[in-house]
């Protein structure tokens, strides 16, 4: 048989989800390499509802019954386990997601959970968490606003904003709630950064876009002198 080689076209979400980790590592985070499977009981302490994920028919251990739905469950389990390990956590994981579907196979989406924590917490630790969203915003040419709307479970209510780009939300930045930190048994005080990858990559460039100068450009500093 002749014939020609079928092209492949590159999977531009796979090389997107390389470039992510690469930017975070590269600024100091800790890639957290976790299986697609959740413990019940971590996701029932989580507050999110087991009945909504997939359950394993033949699982290995019930602590691997489930398809994870959230990575919340698995970074609030790496963080209890490792707080005592060091002073300041800087992690991240960027892994799939199995959202169940009536009569067909469970949608998959690219979730990136990232995770800063330490003793104090507050204000500093909450600009160190938005330092990787501006890492990201300046690796892939882009800008983000933050919006306090519609805000999720695990986050603290007056500590938290959606992300917003091009006026699409895709995440999610804030300090975790205090009933999840007592769930967990969690000393220290974690901020987390969740972003929907799928919706995230279709704003981000490899190449700066050209945008024309101003013909009236604004002045940033306005110095008289006397």
């Given at each position: ?5 079928p092209r492949r076209e590159r999977d531009t979400l796979l090389d997107c989800e390389e470039n992510i980790k690469d930017a ?77 579907r009536e009569g067909d196979l469970p949608q998959e989406r690219s979730m990136l959970f990232i995770a800063l924590a330490d ?108």
């Amino acid at each position: 048989p002749s014939g020609e080689i079928p092209r492949r076209e590159r999977d531009t979400l796979l090389d997107c989800e390389e470039n992510i980790k690469d930017a975070l590592a590269a600024s100091g985070f800790t890639e957290v390499y976790a299986n697609s499977f959740a413990n019940p009981d971590d996701v029932r302490r989580a507050e999110l509802n087991p009945q909504e994920a997939i359950r394993i028919a033949n699982p290995l251990a019930e602590d691997q019954a489930l398809l994870r739905t959230s990575l919340l469950p698995t970074m609030l389990r790496v963080i209890a386990e490792n707080q005592t390990h060091r002073a300041l956590l800087r992690l991240f994981e960027l892994s799939r997601v199995y959202l169940a579907r009536e009569g067909d196979l469970p949608q998959e989406r690219s979730m990136l959970f990232i995770a800063l924590a330490d003793a104090q917490g507050g204000e500093t630790l909450f600009r160190h968490a938005k330092g990787a969203l501006d890492i990201l915003a300046a690796r892939f040419y882009t800008v983000y606003t933050l919006e306090r709307r519609d805000l999720p479970h695990w986050s603290h209510p007056g500590r938290a904003a959606r992300i917003v780009v091009e006026g699409e939300v895709v995440g999610t930045i804030g300090e975790v709630h205090p009933l999840l930190r007592s769930a967990f048994g969690l000393d220290v005080m974690p901020v987390f950064a969740e972003l929907d990858v799928a919706r995230m990559a279709a704003h981000l460039r490899e190449q700066p876009r050209y945008h024309e100068p101003d013909a009236y450009p604004r002045a940033y500093r306005d110095v008289a002198l006397i």
